[in-house]
């Protein structure tokens, strides 16, 4: 076999698994969602808190916990989801310093791990006395994974998207390299020799 097809091969077959693989992420890529009625108050305002692709796993009896600042940070309120896995609950703004925080969604298994797509988390702003909004530090914003009101799966959504291109340019590479391999022509049978 030609190191040319055998290249081809590669390539071709790069191609179809990373198309394969995209598709499979992206089939089973189903991110909780967080999102908040307001994305900035004072300490004591009310918050309503909805979610949306928090199913239940079997055999567990606590509900979805949204806390304060992180999964480990203080329960703000529990809540069970409905049978499509949307829930809507309100939680009160902590006494907190102003500045950015994080409210996490977080539902566990019976064993404690958290169930897949989870948790979710939305960015929420702390205002001051004044009731101004305070400059977001990069940090902040770079840790919480999400902007605005609602937390996002744009990187992952966009990981899968650029694995599908990279693996689309492949697949016609590996197209491009098979219509140029050319077959050995095989050479012109020797006419035999006519003696008089």
Request: charged letters at 15%; glycine letters at 12%.
């Amino acid at each position: 076999m030609s190191i040319r097809r055998m290249t081809l091969g590669s390539v071709v077959f790069a191609g179809v698994a990373l198309v394969g693989s995209s598709a499979a992420a992206f089939a089973c890529t189903n991110l909780a969602m967080l999102n908040l009625s307001s994305a900035t108050g004072k300490a004591g305002d009310t918050v309503t808190v909805t979610g949306s692709s928090f199913r239940m796993p079997a055999n567990v009896t606590t509900g979805i916990q949204v806390k304060w600042n992180g999964v480990d940070g203080a329960v703000l309120n529990e809540v069970r989801p409905d049978r499509a896995g949307n829930f809507s609950t309100t939680i009160t703004v902590p006494e907190s310093q102003p500045g950015y925080y994080v409210i996490t969604a977080v539902l566990r298994d019976a064993r404690g791990i958290d169930v897949s797509g989870t948790p979710a988390r939305a960015q929420f702003q702390v205002l001051g006395g004044a009731a101004k909004p305070v400059p977001a530090p990069a940090a902040a914003q770079l840790s919480s994974g999400a902007t605005g009101s609602s937390a996002g799966s744009a990187v992952p959504g966009a990981l899968v998207a650029g694995l599908g291109v990279l693996g689309l340019v492949l697949f016609g590479a590996g197209f491009v390299a098979a219509a140029r391999i050319r077959r050995p022509v095989p050479a012109a049978a020797k006419a035999p020799v006519r003696r008089d």
